[in-house]
């Protein structure tokens, strides 16, 4: 759906509450159907979308497969093997208190979504609900082929994309949702959290932020890098919210794992990193300048230990590796968002965690090492939206995990039963027959009577008895 200006998105949505309102996202059929749409679009427009990945980032077909169509594929399976188990009323235990009586809890559907991300939707069908999809204007030709493709595999009367820049942006969140889910930089998340607010809606952010990488002088250093490597230069050029954004390790260990680094990127992108095809490169001019300006910063540009290289033509910036930048340099101020790394030298590991304590919570924070005892301290002593120990990134893709942030790295989580949950209403259910009367609940009130019901919230069986054989009789 092209752009759509403030009085079409408000007709749009009326539409889709008509939808919803009448039943027809409801069943497990007509989500069902939806999730197959999906898996075909996966299979059959495959090359097309990784055609439009590149355009817009020069993004590696394999890149596109993994971290794209593999994704969006394996959580429709998991959605489709799941869904009946998770849209099943669970049976939950009933109290004495209300005997005889059966207590369950059922996920429904919240209504009309928003999703402000280019491939986070597949759940906010799966859950029942209907959806507006805001693709990403920074990738125009994706965003495009998305509101191409999507109608022609989906109900479109239930599910719309919407296409266009800050003003569309701007008329989507003037509307009231049921729920808001939105991938982004907390800068735009702020925005998007007022604007909930004002109809009190509740939110999904995923956010981002500064990842660090920990590294222990104990670890297989060759392997070591190849994780750090893949999980930044391999995950479109460092532009993603789990990219890897600056290592600690010790002064000691530092030159060796330099050197390691070094070895795998010439071994990944070889001698002339720009002209790598399986580099991607940044994705516009805005931010281009943002990281150029980041590296030219006079306090940080002769920490350059390893590449630096650019092409403003091109867009791309070569993998880049900083020593020792001081910590309230810009680079270290904000999410880099790109192919930058800095190492922070410590003299010893522990110190790491002060230095990761002293900044805002992570989406995600790693750290290599073979020392039990360093990673037990390391999983209670940091606070982050996801831990992974010995590699990085690749947590992203279990489906019994949660993924999202904490603090301002996020609201909320999401994959697997977690995004069912994200797009449903736990609703309460207490059924009861008419029997079990108890009198000492209802006026008019006596002694006898507050005796018995101090009984019961106490959890005295005799009381019990009483109160369910309506005692005291006749008061």
Request: glycine share 8%; net charge positive.
């Given at each position: 759906m092209a752009a759509r200006g403030g009085v079409?998105?408000?007709a749009d949505v009326a539409a889709l509450r008509a939808q919803f309102a009448a039943g027809r996202t409801r069943g497990a059929e007509?989500?069902?159907?939806q999730l197959r749409g999906l898996l075909r679009?996966?299979?059959e427009a495959e090359a097309e979308v990784c055609r439009a990945l590149h355009a817009d980032l020069a993004k590696p077909y394999t890149e596109s497969y993994v971290h794209e169509i593999a994704l969006v594929k394996s959580s429709c399976r998991f959605a489709l093997k799941n869904l009946k188990k998770w849209m099943k009323p669970q049976k939950v235990s009933a109290s004495l208190m209300t005997f005889p009586s059966t207590a369950m809890v059922t996920a429904e559907?919240?209504?009309v979504v928003l999703v402000i991300s280019?491939?986070?939707?597949?759940f906010s069908i799966a859950a029942g609900n209907a959806v507006v999809l805001k693709p990403s204007e920074v990738a125009p030709a994706t965003s495009s082929l998305?509101?191409?493709?999507?109608?022609?595999y989906v109900d479109s009367t239930c599910i719309k994309v919407v296409e266009g820049g800050v003003a569309e942006t701007t008329a989507l969140l003037e509307q009231k949702w049921d729920k808001i889910f939105y991938t982004g930089n907390g800068k735009i998340g702020r925005i998007v959290m007022a604007s909930a607010a004002k109809h009190l809606t509740p939110v999904v952010l995923e956010l981002g932020g500064k990842c660090p990488v920990v590294v222990d002088s104990n670890v297989d250093l060759h392997v070591t890098a190849k994780r750090i490597a893949a999980g930044k230069w391999g995950c479109n050029n460092g532009q993603a919210c789990i990219s890897p954004d600056f290592i600690i390790t010790t002064k000691s260990f530092a030159p060796k794992l330099l050197e390691a680094l070094g070895k795998v990127l010439e071994k990944f992108y070889g001698d002339e990193p720009l002209r790598s095809s399986d580099l991607s490169r940044i994705v516009n001019s805005n931010h281009f300048n943002r990281l150029k300006k980041l590296m030219d910063d006079e306090n940080v540009s002769d920490k350059i230990v390893f590449g630096g290289q650019r092409d403003e033509h091109q867009l791309k910036i070569a993998p880049t590796i900083f020593m020792d930048v001081p910590l309230d340099s810009g680079i270290m101020k904000e999410e880099i968002f790109g192919p930058l790394l800095p190492i922070i030298t410590v003299d010893k590991i522990h110190e790491s965690f002060a230095l990761i304590n002293s900044m805002t919570k992570p989406l995600a924070a790693y750290l290599f090492t073979?020392?039990?005892k360093l990673q037990e301290q390391y999983e209670a002593g940091i606070?982050?939206?996801g831990m992974l120990v010995n590699d990085t990134v690749v947590h992203l893709t279990n489906q019994y995990l949660p993924f999202g942030g904490v603090g301002e790295s996020g609201i909320g989580a999401y994959h697997g039963s977690f995004s069912f949950e994200a797009f449903s209403h736990k609703k309460a259910v207490l059924v009861r027959g008419f029997a079990g009367e108890a009198a000492a609940r209802y006026p008019p009130y006596s002694t006898a009577k507050l005796k018995i019901l101090r009984g019961v919230l106490k959890g005295n069986l005799g009381s019990m008895i009483q109160a369910i054989l309506g005692f005291p009789r006749g008061k």
């Amino acid at each position: 759906m092209a752009a759509r200006g403030g009085v079409g998105v408000e007709a749009d949505v009326a539409a889709l509450r008509a939808q919803f309102a009448a039943g027809r996202t409801r069943g497990a059929e007509w989500r069902a159907a939806q999730l197959r749409g999906l898996l075909r679009m996966a299979a059959e427009a495959e090359a097309e979308v990784c055609r439009a990945l590149h355009a817009d980032l020069a993004k590696p077909y394999t890149e596109s497969y993994v971290h794209e169509i593999a994704l969006v594929k394996s959580s429709c399976r998991f959605a489709l093997k799941n869904l009946k188990k998770w849209m099943k009323p669970q049976k939950v235990s009933a109290s004495l208190m209300t005997f005889p009586s059966t207590a369950m809890v059922t996920a429904e559907p919240l209504g009309v979504v928003l999703v402000i991300s280019a491939w986070n939707y597949p759940f906010s069908i799966a859950a029942g609900n209907a959806v507006v999809l805001k693709p990403s204007e920074v990738a125009p030709a994706t965003s495009s082929l998305l509101a191409e493709l999507l109608p022609q595999y989906v109900d479109s009367t239930c599910i719309k994309v919407v296409e266009g820049g800050v003003a569309e942006t701007t008329a989507l969140l003037e509307q009231k949702w049921d729920k808001i889910f939105y991938t982004g930089n907390g800068k735009i998340g702020r925005i998007v959290m007022a604007s909930a607010a004002k109809h009190l809606t509740p939110v999904v952010l995923e956010l981002g932020g500064k990842c660090p990488v920990v590294v222990d002088s104990n670890v297989d250093l060759h392997v070591t890098a190849k994780r750090i490597a893949a999980g930044k230069w391999g995950c479109n050029n460092g532009q993603a919210c789990i990219s890897p954004d600056f290592i600690i390790t010790t002064k000691s260990f530092a030159p060796k794992l330099l050197e390691a680094l070094g070895k795998v990127l010439e071994k990944f992108y070889g001698d002339e990193p720009l002209r790598s095809s399986d580099l991607s490169r940044i994705v516009n001019s805005n931010h281009f300048n943002r990281l150029k300006k980041l590296m030219d910063d006079e306090n940080v540009s002769d920490k350059i230990v390893f590449g630096g290289q650019r092409d403003e033509h091109q867009l791309k910036i070569a993998p880049t590796i900083f020593m020792d930048v001081p910590l309230d340099s810009g680079i270290m101020k904000e999410e880099i968002f790109g192919p930058l790394l800095p190492i922070i030298t410590v003299d010893k590991i522990h110190e790491s965690f002060a230095l990761i304590n002293s900044m805002t919570k992570p989406l995600a924070a790693y750290l290599f090492t073979k020392d039990s005892k360093l990673q037990e301290q390391y999983e209670a002593g940091i606070s982050a939206g996801g831990m992974l120990v010995n590699d990085t990134v690749v947590h992203l893709t279990n489906q019994y995990l949660p993924f999202g942030g904490v603090g301002e790295s996020g609201i909320g989580a999401y994959h697997g039963s977690f995004s069912f949950e994200a797009f449903s209403h736990k609703k309460a259910v207490l059924v009861r027959g008419f029997a079990g009367e108890a009198a000492a609940r209802y006026p008019p009130y006596s002694t006898a009577k507050l005796k018995i019901l101090r009984g019961v919230l106490k959890g005295n069986l005799g009381s019990m008895i009483q109160a369910i054989l309506g005692f005291p009789r006749g008061k």
